[in-house]
């Protein structure tokens, strides 16, 4: 008995280790393989189109594409299929075969036993897999690269027939290796057609070759989205570019750099694009805002044109931050309490362009519950933050993932879905009439509230004085202002040259006049008396300024009592005229003697 539960155990052991891995199909036989290895850019892509014969008797519903572990380890991209219909690809375990790597390919229709599939286009798009050669180069050299594969495709299974072909950037070949039969045209070389080869068949491919091009990678990128109700959607983008092609070796000459237009290998400007709807761009470092850039609106898209402060050669790196805003009703959709955010993973940054590393980050609105993340990759889910911002009572909820070796390829739109209580969106508002109201209250309570022990009545009175000073100060500014108009009334008198009932006129304005100096002197003599209670020494200021005062007041009256006597011709002009340049002078000392005072209540 205990040997029989031993052979069920093994036999459950074994059963489990092979549903761990896939094994290859005998049946499956690879009638046509074409491959076309594109070396153009710093980017490596690769597109297999194969076609596939089902020699078994058992249907088919998938088959496996096959990568050396150099190529898994620069692989950024993968995707396959049938006409315009995507199929599914994943990575799957294969026993007895270190250092391959599987991909399994799922069929759209099921290959039945003697039948031909249609032609499965899969396409690979490798980064880092090209090796500057030499590794340094001086300012001004061509960049030499060098591509290492193989001459026989990649298969787990036996080739018909198989062709390659390579594109480079440029005539300019060093070396390549060749397998005959092969051929070299332009740019392109060709090798094979190689016939009946077997599976997991390799030869060593290597071409060394001249490219023009630069090499940028985006060694970090953090793309932070920030999602508000209101309306808007916040984009900022920060990105570590560095210039990874041959790097620069001896100093760097401004003058020669000036000189050859022809240095393709600099990064002196790159375009990135972004959405149609983008609004307030901005391009900055550490610095600040950096003004050498473009903004171009296009119908379907807004192209950046960005130059940064200093040309990149090989091995120089550069920081720096883009950001833009969005309406979020093009990517937020709902129904009801439930959302759904849209929004592509990450932009185009630049044309052919490589993400070593990348972190995004969602700040949704705060409240949000139930997250729930859909990508159209695998990506690396952080656990979800709190980020505490202005108005926020326990925080936002942040949602964050990372991601390794991107390319244009993964410009994909992700799909995030949350609920939320729109009753929420009044919080902020409701927040901020709350702290104004509070601060009306305090500032109320504050200006009423009397916290000393016992009053201060020095203090008091001295405020009293202070008020009553100002009073006075202000009495005697229009005191001032009246004598000003007695003067001027003379000097009209002057002017008009002794008219009829012109000694009338001028008696009605004078009376007047001192009727309104009597009122604010006796002001300022009521205040005087309240004055003398609180403070003796200001008490004693206030009476010297309306000693001199009286004194002002004597020489305007004298002055235009002369003015009436020399209107009704009892007084001679010469006389008039020697009293008031006296009357004059004793008024100016008097009013010196006034300022002095008043300057100092």
Not at 11 to 21: K, M, P, Q, R
Not at 218 to 236: D, P
Request: proline share 4%.
């Amino acid at each position: 008995m205990g040997s029989f539960v031993k052979l069920i155990g093994l036999a459950l052991v074994i059963n489990a280790c092979l549903g761990a891995t896939d094994v290859i199909n005998k049946d499956i036989v690879i009638k046509k393989f074409e491959r076309k290895i594109d070396l153009t850019s710093q980017l490596v892509k690769i597109v297999n189109k194969i076609t596939i014969e089902n020699t078994g008797s058992s249907p088919v519903k998938n088959f496996l594409f096959l990568a050396t572990a150099e190529e898994h380890k620069s692989l950024s991209y993968i995707g396959a299929q049938v006409g315009s219909y995507s199929l599914t690809v994943a990575e799957i375990n294969i026993a007895n075969h270190p250092g391959y790597f599987f991909y399994k390919v799922d069929l759209r229709d099921v290959l039945q036993a003697g039948n031909t599939a249609a032609v499965v286009e899969i396409e690979v798009v490798l980064s880092d897999a090209l090796r500057p050669y030499p590794a340094s180069i001086q300012q001004g050299e061509k960049q030499l690269v060098v591509y290492e594969g193989s001459h026989l495709v990649m298969s787990a299974y036996p080739v018909a027939s198989q062709t390659s072909t390579v594109t480079l950037p440029s005539p300019n070949i060093e070396t390549y290796s060749r397998l005959k039969p092969v051929s070299l045209a332009d740019t392109t070389i060709t090798y094979g057609p190689y016939e009946n080869t077997p599976a997991f068949s390799v030869d060593p491919l290597k071409v060394h070759y001249e490219s023009g091009g630069p090499f940028m990678t985006i060694t970090s990128l953090e793309r932070v989205l920030e999602v508000s109700h209101w309306g808007n959607i916040a984009v900022e983008e920060t990105i570590d570019l560095l210039h990874t092609g041959a790097k620069l070796k001896g100093p760097f000459s401004r003058y020669d750099y000036q000189r050859d237009h022809n240095s393709h290998t600099t990064v002196k400007s790159f375009r990135s694009v972004l959405p149609a709807s983008a609004r307030d761009v901005y391009y900055r470092d550490e610095i600040g805002n950096i003004s050498t850039s473009n903004l171009r609106v296009r119908e379907d898209s807004v192209e950046l044109d960005l130059r940064p402060r200093f040309p990149l050669f090989g091995g120089w790196k550069t920081h720096y931050k883009v950001g833009y805003n969005v309406p979020s009703y093009e990517y937020l959709y709902n129904s009801g309490e439930k959302y759904a955010l849209k929004m592509r993973f990450l932009d185009h940054l630049y044309d052919e362009m490589a993400v070593d590393k990348m972190m995004l980050k969602i700040i949704l609105p705060e409240g949000v519950k139930d997250v729930e993340l859909s990508t159209p990759f695998p990506v690396q889910r952080e656990p979800d933050t709190l980020m505490a911002t202005y108005l926020d009572t326990v925080g936002r909820v942040v949602v964050s993932m990372r991601a390794s070796r991107l390319t244009s390829n993964h410009i994909q739109d992700f799909t995030l879905t949350y609920t939320y209580t729109s009753l929420l969106m009044l919080q902020e508002p409701l927040l901020v009439v709350a702290a104004f109201l509070l601060l009306f209250i305090v500032v109320m309570v504050w200006v009423r509230l009397d916290l000393t022990l016992s009053p201060d009545r020095a203090a008091e009175a001295k405020m009293r004085v202070s008020s009553h000073c100002s009073l006075v100060s202000s009495h005697h500014h229009k005191r001032t202002n009246l004598y000003h108009s007695m003067l001027d009334e003379i000097v009209k008198q002057q002017g008009l040259g002794n008219p009829p009932h012109a000694l009338a006129q001028f008696q009605t304005n004078i009376k007047k006049l001192q009727q309104s100096i009597r009122d604010e002197s006796q002001a300022i003599a009521d205040l005087l008396s309240k004055i003398r209670g609180d403070n003796s020494e200001m008490a004693e200021r206030v009476i010297e300024l309306q000693k001199y005062d009286k004194d002002v007041r004597d020489a305007v009256t004298h002055q235009c009592n002369n003015m009436e006597k020399l209107l009704s011709k009892k007084m001679a002009k010469q006389a008039y005229a020697d009293a008031d340049v006296q009357l004059t002078k004793k008024r100016e000392d008097a009013m010196d003697k006034v300022r002095s005072i008043v300057a100092h209540l």
